[in-house]
């Protein structure tokens, strides 16, 4: 089962499961992510959970680091 952590993009947006690449991350935090749509920055709304093979699609894509101002 892997170790995922829920990303949302928009306001009222749906989440989506990212690798947390053994990043220590709080709900909340800003992260920068490789997304099918590119680099984005989205909010960590579920931290660190495991989840059956089958509620995600694998391979996950990784959370490349904490967001910063710059």
Do not use: H
């Not at 749906?14 to 909340?28: I, R, V």
Request: aromatic letters at 6%.
């Amino acid at each position: 089962m892997p170790n995922v952590v829920g990303v949302q993009f928009q306001k009222a947006g749906k989440l989506e499961y990212y690798a947390p690449n053994d990043l220590k991350l709080d709900s909340e935090d800003w992260v920068v992510v490789e997304s099918k749509r590119g680099i984005e920055i989205g909010i960590v709304k579920l931290t660190s959970k495991c989840v059956n093979d089958e509620d995600v699609t694998l391979p996950l894509k990784d959370i490349l680091r904490i967001a910063t101002e710059e």
